[in-house]
């Protein structure tokens, strides 16, 4: 089955305890990215990667690290969590950019930093 | 840049009722848009997807959505809804041939018996 997985689903940390929040997609993906959820701001794009080793920032990037050593994982990385960053996380890949750009999503993770 | 709208944060439904979620869009050049929905405790799926060609796209289980370039709009409907309709739904653009999808605040929708 097609799909995109994450680990924790759910999380309870405390402040500056470094964590990550693992992502892995087996749909051959080259296109992965983390988002954010908060209620009444929709989705926020934390980081992306078009590829193996190439990744960049989205719109709200700071607190958080991102890598991509294989092309089917894409763990985010909290080094120093704050209560500011209590959210649900979503994980996604994507299909080629001329194939429709449709993007498939993983379960969540709801962490909360205490 | 893009920007997306959606007009209502929370719409109430009764079952066989119809529906209609507002999402309104902001960008200078042609743009692929979606609806993507999100039910109780799960990620998002798609819904449907506006690329090229009909104005009007449909889903599988009774959703329809209009492109109106004129008025930047992708407005979603369903002529009856089911309790099962029951989650939140979101617009989303993209430029073609880009990754970058921009999401809308969502809204809420609750279908009462």
């Known amino acids: 089955e097609a799909q995109v997985t994450q680990n924790p689903r759910y999380l309870i940390t405390v402040t500056g305890k470094k964590l990550t929040v693992t992502c892995s997609q087996n749909m051959n993906h080259e296109y992965m990215s983390w988002y954010r959820q908060d209620p009444g701001l929709g989705l926020r794009q934390i980081y992306y990667?078009?590829?193996?080793?190439?990744?960049d920032k989205g719109d709200v990037p700071e607190g958080y690290k991102v890598s991509r050593k294989e092309k089917r994982n894409f763990p985010l990385i909290l080094e120093s969590p704050s209560p500011n960053q209590t959210s649900l996380y979503f994980c996604a890949s994507s299909l080629p950019a001329g194939q429709g750009n449709e993007q498939f999503f993983g379960p969540g993770t709801r962490l909360t930093v205490l | 840049a893009q920007s997306v709208t959606q007009l209502d944060s929370q719409v109430p439904v009764f079952e066989e009722a119809p529906v209609e979620l507002r999402c309104n869009y902001s960008s200078s050049v042609s743009v692929y848009l979606f609806w993507y929905v999100q039910y109780p405790n799960q990620g998002l799926q798609l819904l449907l997807k506006?690329?090229?060609?009909?104005?009007l796209v449909e889903s599988i289980n009774g959703f329809e959505a209009e492109f109106n370039k004129s008025q930047t709009s992708f407005h979603l409907r369903k002529p009856s809804v089911h309790i099962s309709d029951t989650a939140e739904y979101f617009c989303?653009?993209?430029?073609?041939?880009?990754?970058?999808?921009?999401f809308g605040a969502g809204t809420t929708v609750t279908v009462r018996a």
């Open positions: 506006y690329l090229s060609g009909s104005t």
């Open positions: 990667s078009m590829n193996v080793e190439v990744t």
């Open positions: 989303a653009v993209s430029l073609p041939n880009d990754y970058k999808l921009s």
